[in-house]
């Protein structure tokens, strides 16, 4: 028979002995958890932000260069929409700014500063061409000239008019014709023909819209002006 002594000394050392391991066992458990945390935790992707598309000015599909002015400009649609002509993210001419017009629609700027000279609109179907002529003849040396056709830009647009486009760099100005669409970026005193000129012809077989071709976009960068 066990003394009183010794049963309560065997309690004891039997109720350690299971501490111990229940101790053991929660720790284990513990780090487990934290072990299957860490690996969640390696294992969850960073964080992306959500990339946001440069844009540049009047929505160019790249940046214009230093000493360049950026432009983009749409022609009239039909005889519906206006043309639209943008300059270093300024609206120059636009259906919603009211300043448009049946005929050639043309902006004049400063080649140095790009600051805005003049906005206005001349009608080659039911018009007369002769103030167009003046205000051609008088833009100054070292202005950008630009144009964009709204319904029909040719039918009162004689030799002489044509001749001070081509003067401003158009190498088709001679054959725009009835309901042609073109859009021209030029300038006074230019000493060759302008790479930004587009221009399609008023076709039965080709038009997007009945009786008028499908509209002009051209985007680009307009060296400034250095003397």
Same mark, same amino acid.
């Given at each position: 028979?066990?003394? /009183?002594? $010794?049963?309560?000394?065997?309690? #004891? &050392?039997?109720?350690?002995?299971?501490?111990?391991?229940?101790?053991?066992?929660?720790?284990?458990?513990? +780090?487990?958890?934290? %072990?299957?945390?860490?690996?969640?935790?390696?294992?969850?992707?960073?964080?992306? #932000?959500?990339?946001?598309?440069?844009?540049?000015?009047?929505?160019?599909?790249?940046?214009?260069? #230093?000493?360049?002015?950026?432009?983009?400009?749409?022609?009239?649609?039909?005889? &519906?929409?206006?043309?639209?002509?943008?300059?270093?993210?300024?609206?120059?001419? !636009?259906?919603? +700014?009211?300043?448009? $017009?049946?005929?050639? %629609?043309?902006?004049?700027?400063?080649?140095?500063?790009? #600051?805005?000279? @003049?906005?206005?609109?001349?009608?080659?179907?039911?018009?007369?061409? /002769?103030?167009?002529?003046?205000?051609?003849?008088?833009?100054?040396?070292?202005?950008?000239?630009?144009?964009?056709?709204?319904?029909?830009? /040719?039918?009162?647009? %004689?030799?002489?008019?044509? @001749?001070?486009? !081509?003067?401003?760099?158009?190498?088709?100005?001679? !054959?725009?014709?009835?309901?042609?669409?073109?859009?021209?970026?030029?300038?006074?005193?230019?000493?060759? @023909? =302008?790479?930004?000129?587009?221009?399609?012809?008023? !076709? /039965?077989? =080709?038009? @997007?819209?009945? $009786?008028?071709?499908?509209?002009?976009?051209?985007?680009?960068?307009?060296?400034?002006?250095?003397?």
């Amino acid at each position: 028979m066990l003394r /009183a002594g $010794g049963v309560l000394k065997l309690v #004891a &050392v039997l109720s350690a002995f299971f501490v111990a391991i229940f101790l053991a066992f929660q720790l284990l458990d513990i +780090k487990e958890d934290f %072990n299957i945390g860490s690996i969640f935790a390696r294992s969850m992707p960073e964080e992306i #932000a959500p990339t946001v598309p440069s844009r540049y000015k009047c929505g160019l599909s790249k940046a214009c260069p #230093a000493g360049h002015f950026s432009f983009k400009i749409a022609s009239g649609a039909a005889s &519906v929409v206006g043309p639209k002509i943008c300059l270093e993210d300024n609206i120059l001419m !636009s259906g919603v +700014k009211n300043n448009v $017009g049946r005929g050639i %629609n043309i902006v004049l700027v400063n080649g140095e500063t790009g #600051a805005l000279i @003049k906005t206005d609109f001349y009608d080659m179907w039911a018009g007369d061409v /002769a103030p167009f002529i003046k205000f051609l003849k008088e833009i100054p040396d070292g202005t950008v000239v630009m144009m964009a056709t709204f319904d029909d830009p /040719a039918t009162k647009l %004689n030799e002489e008019a044509r @001749k001070l486009i !081509s003067e401003l760099g158009s190498s088709v100005v001679n !054959s725009l014709k009835f309901r042609d669409n073109w859009i021209f970026v030029g300038g006074k005193g230019i000493k060759t @023909k =302008t790479p930004f000129e587009q221009h399609i012809k008023n !076709s /039965a077989d =080709t038009n @997007k819209y009945e $009786g008028w071709p499908e509209v002009l976009e051209m985007e680009g960068c307009i060296p400034q002006r250095r003397d």
